[in-house]
């Protein structure tokens, strides 16, 4: 790794093994190596949320990184489901254009299995919803009939996911959206509310239901299931939290643990951890130098859900560590990417590392890293414009690299 900095071979050697995620007689599907390209919504689709031009140059340049895994951006599986007027969408509609996506991808990257993020954006839908009241009332509260819908346009789009050509799924319950907010303390019993209660177990039952469907279309002997599951949200009576009304963490954990538990019963192939909801405790969600120390969090509880289940655990907040230029404490030797990446997963604290931000500014970033070639990376600044960038309703890029990122974050800046 060049500019000096130094690391154990030991460590970028763990980084480049690779990993299955599914090893049944009917397939194998397994990443090349450790290194995961998180999703990242850029809010560039076409109008009926099939991928652009933008979204399929987007997509073949991660595929020229060579990941481990590439998880596409959150897909919404219905209109009703999106966050943004030009969110990625996934129906009968739309699916020749993400066949297309899949061919192109394919035709650059054979190896990176591909899975698809599915979601319904809940409370941070155009129209919004929720399982239970939220603060300032902006969102309807949701029947039985609204989850049993959500439900079966999920496992609809997973079967599509299969049939485009996805190596599999992942199934959003982190960040705010509809999925951890089933989950969460505050989605207690009401009338005529079957998916809530003073249990987990009454309240993963939108999650256990929605799981069985799908790998009732997509049998996951040959298809991937992963959730991606925020830890703890830090919001009153978000997951992870003491009770319905606390905004403290359980420091326990035995609701996170006890979900782990419950995913690996019903068969999911992976977890992906994350934590926080960028709306409302970004700190959570990803470090800035502001606040670094939450970087530590997310392997705590990275390796607390590896010490409860057997499953491939992948961790996240790693494209703060960057080259070691932070605000960790230690020498960059001690802090860059490959030393604390490396080292998690050597220490079998961790089965892989999860990159958002960083394989936004450099797509090529895992076939980089691996080759040695960390003079050449451009590294995350960790300014978070691109996610500014979403929120203001622009296509997202990297603004401090894509030029043309950065000149609609300012138009939009100026506009506003």
Known sequence: ??????????????????????????????????????????????????????????????????????????????????ARPRQLVLTDDTKAGFKNLIKRYRGANEATPILFQLTHSGRFALTPVNPFPVPDGSARLLTDDDARRIRDELIAATKLAMDVGADGIDFKHCHGYVGGAFLSPANGPRDGWSYGGETLEERARFLTETLAGMMEVAPPDRFVFMVRLSAFDGIPGGFGSRDATSEEEDESRS?????????????????????????????????????????????????????????????????????????????PAETNIVTLGGGAIRAGRVDAIGVGRQALAEPYFARKLLAGEGDSIRWDTSCSKCGLALRAGVPAGCVTFDMVAKARYRSARTES
């Open 1 to 82: 790794m060049g500019r000096g900095i130094e690391y154990d071979p030991a460590d970028l050697a763990a980084l480049a093994e690779p990993l299955d995620l599914l090893a049944s007689d009917a397939r194998t599907v397994r990443m090349p190596n450790r290194i995961v390209y998180q999703p990242m919504e850029a809010n560039d689709a076409e109008a009926d949320g099939s991928p652009s031009d933008g979204t399929l140059l987007r997509y073949l340049e991660r595929a020229n990184g060579h990941a481990g895994l590439d998880v596409f951006e959150a897909i919404a599986a219905s209109e009703e489901g999106k």
């Open 255 to 331: 609701e996170l643990l006890a979900l782990c538990r419950m995913l690996e019963g019903a068969g999911v192939h992976v977890i992906n951890q994350s934590a926080g909801i960028p709306e409302f405790t970004p700190h959570l969600t990803r470090q800035t130098n502001d606040a670094p120390d939450g970087f530590f969090r997310h392997q705590a509880w990275a390796e607390a859900i590896k010490q409860t289940v057997k499953l491939p655990v992948i961790g996240s907040g790693y494209s703060y560590a960057r080259a070691g230029r932070n605000k960790l404490p230690g020498s």
